[in-house]
């Protein structure tokens, strides 16, 4: 099932404008089209005037994006959460840190309608609001941005699959709702995109 699209509507998992890295829906822009499941994914990072951080690069809390809230993309039941992972070592040269086994480090999965699963990866230790079995609102803040897993620095990263499998599940193309991208509504976004939700959540 190859360039599937969602049929749910995502918004962006993040408050306030943010930067796409890495992802897009088609291949040239896709950070990972060779790791199947991870095919549509995209990394949201928070750039400013070009730069993710301020003064020394080494430090977490130093990134624009670190601590900053991140959103329930679509209704739906957290169906895993999985925390306790510290976070990674941050490098100024924005290589890839290789602290942890599990590339997602902290991370939860969000069963929505239709049967799709979005993951949310890289979040902060002990930052969660939600807890598995819970409901979850389209816009509800459900965890914090953090530097865990193997990340070049602090961002998150999503996709959606058609199964709970983060590697093999058939990768799913996101459409988007309400989003403006680069300042313009659209249903897609693409790397060098800046990306953000037109209603205000808090």
Same mark, same amino acid.
């Given at each position: 099932?190859?360039?599937?699209?969602?049929?749910?509507?995502?918004?962006?998992?993040?408050? $306030?404008?943010?930067?796409?890295? @890495?992802? &897009?829906?088609?291949?040239?822009?896709?950070?990972?089209?060779?790791?199947?499941?991870?095919?549509?994914?995209?990394?949201? !990072?928070?750039?400013?005037? $070009?730069? @993710?951080?301020?003064?020394?690069?080494?430090?977490?809390?130093?990134?624009?994006?670190?601590?900053?809230?991140?959103?329930?993309?679509? !209704?739906?039941?957290? %169906?895993?959460?999985? !925390? $306790?992972?510290?976070? #990674?070592?941050?490098?100024?040269? %924005?290589?890839?840190?290789?602290?942890?086994?599990?590339?997602?480090?902290?991370?939860?999965?969000?069963?929505?309608?239709?049967?799709?699963?979005?993951?949310?990866?890289?979040?902060?230790?002990?930052?969660?609001?939600?807890?598995? &079995?819970?409901?979850?609102?389209? &816009?509800?803040?459900?965890?914090?941005?953090?530097?865990? &897993?193997?990340?070049?620095?602090?961002?998150?990263?999503?996709?959606?699959?058609?199964?709970?499998?983060?590697?093999?599940?058939?990768?799913?193309?996101?459409?988007?709702?309400?989003? %403006?991208?680069?300042?313009? #509504?659209?249903?897609?976004?693409?790397?060098?995109?800046?990306?953000?939700?037109?209603?205000?959540?808090?």
């Amino acid at each position: 099932m190859i360039n599937k699209k969602t049929k749910n509507k995502y918004i962006i998992p993040t408050i $306030g404008k943010w930067y796409i890295t @890495y992802g &897009g829906y088609k291949k040239k822009d896709s950070h990972s089209y060779d790791i199947y499941g991870q095919r549509w994914a995209y990394d949201f !990072d928070k750039n400013i005037d $070009g730069k @993710y951080y301020h003064d020394d690069g080494h430090i977490n809390e130093n990134y624009f994006g670190y601590n900053e809230p991140i959103i329930s993309p679509v !209704d739906g039941f957290v %169906l895993v959460i999985i !925390d $306790g992972i510290k976070d #990674s070592k941050a490098y100024p040269d %924005l290589r890839v840190s290789q602290d942890t086994k599990d590339v997602r480090g902290n991370y939860i999965i969000i069963k929505a309608d239709n049967n799709e699963y979005v993951t949310i990866c890289h979040i902060k230790k002990n930052s969660f609001t939600v807890k598995e &079995g819970d409901i979850v609102r389209q &816009g509800q803040i459900i965890a914090r941005v953090g530097n865990s &897993g193997r990340t070049k620095g602090a961002h998150i990263h999503m996709q959606v699959n058609n199964g709970i499998d983060f590697f093999n599940s058939d990768p799913l193309i996101i459409k988007f709702k309400d989003i %403006l991208v680069n300042n313009k #509504s659209k249903k897609y976004i693409k790397v060098g995109d800046f990306v953000e939700n037109k209603k205000e959540y808090e």
